[in-house]
């Protein structure tokens, strides 16, 4: 296998002896994926940001807990798209079925969420403002990004499943529960 089981295990995935080839493809295609549109989106550029902004101050130690919270919704949710979506993040090789599970059932977009809360805490730790107004850009990108492309595509292509998933769960932000009188 190309992967080690470590590896994958570390991942949350496990990849069975027999059959593994199109595991561990699918797997490096995950993997391939979350490097080339997290990695860019939430590493690269972040970071070239953070390196040209000279009005940075002193950086806030409370941005590591979005920072932390954000990395990892965004890695579990990398995870629901290889494992029960059989599929990528990428839009070049979406998932087969509809993700609903994990934190999709409280949230239609946690991937997003994740990583502008990982974008937020980074801000905070670097004290930089450009970071933040980048953030601020990329959520409005995604904003579009799904109601314009994301949410006709899924209609298209999961239809009545869709439609009862987006009745029940939230576009951005999980609803509170309600308090019984």
């Known amino acids: 296998m190309l992967c080690t089981q470590l590896s994958c295990v570390a991942f949350g995935l496990v990849i069975p002896a027999h059959g593994g080839l199109i595991h561990t493809v699918l797997f490096l295609r995950a ?76 949230t239609r977009n946690p991937m997003y969420v994740g990583i502008l809360l990982l974008l937020t805490g980074w801000s905070l730790l670097a004290a ?19 109601v314009l492309y994301e949410e006709p595509t899924l209609m298209k292509l999961f239809g009545e499943e869709w439609t009862r998933y987006a009745a029940t769960a939230p576009r951005w932000l999980p609803r509170l529960p309600r308090r019984k009188p």
């Open 31 to 106: 993997l391939i994926s979350f490097l080339i549109l997290p990695g860019t989106f939430a590493g690269l550029i972040p970071a070239w940001v953070v390196s040209m902004d000279r009005g940075r101050g002193q950086g806030f130690l409370i941005g590591t807990v979005p920072l932390v919270i954000g990395a990892v919704i965004l890695l579990r949710c990398v995870r629901d798209f290889y494992v029960s979506g059989k599929g990528t993040l990428a839009p070049w090789d979406p998932p087969k079925r509809l993700v609903i599970v994990g934190l999709y059932r409280v």
């Open 128 to 146: 930089s403002s450009l970071l933040a107004g980048y953030t601020v850009i990329l959520a409005i990108g995604f904003h579009l990004r799904v």
